[in-house]
């Protein structure tokens, strides 16, 4: 069967109310955090924060783990700039939001212009797509660049809401057609 192969087995099927409802979830939080985008940003730097911490924590740990290895220093030195730098955000988030969005507006007029100028250049098939996302992508860059520090306030949790109602939207199409599957016919050779 071709769908058997595509989902790893038909014990999937009779857990679509999870993934469901997973979905469901996931577009109710991604809602709430379109209408609160200000806290939903503060929540999301403080979450950047502590993983900044934890992953600094840890590659230090690891330097000594390792301290045969030539590159120990270089751990030790990253693992401290994670943590110092994780707890600059967690201690001031206002300031880190409006950090990392200046860092996704950069990242975004960046990768804007790579694409835009490789969709025209290149123009392999289809290739007005590559260059719509590198038009896009330039844009949202610039109204994010543009509107900063605004902008810094609203963009992060307006991003993870969009992201959360896009993914649970996703969770809720594959739980409907995993529901609809056909149940797999069992065959019986006669012996």
Known sequence: MATDGLLGSDNIRHKWGWLLALGISMVILGTI???????????????????????????AFES???????????????????VLVGLLVVTHPVAGALAWTLLFASFLLVIGIFRLVAAVRLKFPNWGW?????????LLGFLLWMEWPVSGLWFLGFAVGVSLVLRGWSYVMFAIAVRTLPAPVEVRHAA
Request: zero cysteines.
């Open 130 to 138: 590559a260059a719509f996302d590198g038009a896009m992508a330039l």
């Open 33 to 59: 955090a379109l209408f609160i985008s200000p806290a939903a940003t503060l929540g999301t730097v403080l979450v950047l924060g502590w993983l900044l911490v934890v992953s600094g924590v840890v590659e």
């Open 64 to 82: 000594f783990r390792v301290r045969r290895w030539g590159g120990t220093f270089l751990h030790l030195i990253g693992g401290v700039l994670g």
